[in-house]
T-cell receptor
Framework: SQQGEEDPQALSIQEGENATMNCSYKTSINNLQWYRQNSGRGLVHLIL?????REKHSGRLRVTLDTSKKSSSLLITASRAADTASYFCATVRSGGYQKVTFGTGTKLQVIP | DTAVSQTPKYLVTQMGNDKSIKCEQN?????MYWYKQDSKKFLKIMFS???????INETVPNRFSPKSPDKAHLNLHINSLELGDSAVYFC??????????????FGSGTRLTVV
């Protein structure tokens, strides 16, 4: 079954606002990754957070990880129209055979 | 300088035909992948090759056959195309064996439409 589930499925905000997307997963993970996909393009790796980390920053991106709740959130601050895209979380299971599994994504629309 | 390039970008073909999608990466990565993204945006791994050796072969019909002539290339050949094969196919590569430590670099996708 699918490992990562993003929430919400779609999000529409005004430029300048913050956008928060959540990812929940079911099994123990080694790390969790966030990707962005612009319409008609491939996925772009944004940030990776390991299971022993709780928070990570990259520019306007902030990712948190709560392994006790098996969830992660991606915060985009001061959003721009160019942030309009689908955002996916990908989990890497811990132990045994590692495999990266993607969720179905959150579609973010930033209105200028 | 495209890191992972795949061709063609669009492919429209009739049922029953055989087609190929090509992928090349210039990142020096050892591992390459094929992913299928369906109409609901769900990404599912199909194959993974590490230095020309098949290491992941998910439950994909044997009409799909990957070929890796060298570690910079991973092509996907599909026989007897069916309507359900319509999707976007992504090639990707990673520095480590499973994309686990550094993530993937994706190509821009091939939109396959079977009519």
């Amino acid at each position: 079954s699918q490992q990562g589930e993003e929430d919400p499925q779609a999000l529409s905000i005004q430029e300048g606002e913050n956008a928060t997307m959540n990812c929940s997963y079911k099994t123990s993970i080694n790390n969790l990754q966030w990707y962005r996909q612009n319409s008609g393009r491939g996925l772009v790796h944004l940030i990776l957070i390991r299971s022993n980390e709780r928070e990570k920053h990259s520019g306007r991106l902030r990712v948190t990880l709560d392994t006790s709740k098996k969830s992660s959130s991606l915060l985009i601050t001061a959003s721009r129209a160019a942030d309009t895209a689908s955002y996916f979380c990908a989990t890497v299971r811990s132990g045994g055979y590692q495999k990266v599994t993607f969720g179905t994504g959150t579609k973010l629309q930033v209105i200028p | 300088d495209t890191a992972v390039s795949q061709t063609p970008k669009y492919l429209v073909t009739q049922m029953g035909n055989d087609k190929s999608i090509k992928c090349e990466q210039n990142l020096g990565h050892d591992t390459m992948y094929w992913y299928k993204q369906d109409s609901k945006k769900f990404l599912k791994i199909m194959f993974s090759y590490n230095n020309k050796e098949l290491i992941i072969n998910e439950t994909v019909p044997n009409r799909f056959s990957p070929k890796s002539p060298d570690k910079a290339h991973l092509n996907l050949h599909i026989n007897s195309l069916e309507l359900g094969d319509s999707a976007v196919y992504f090639c990707a590569s990673s520095q480590d064996g499973q994309g686990a430590d550094y993530g993937y670099t994706f190509g821009s996708g091939t939109r396959l439409t079977v009519v």
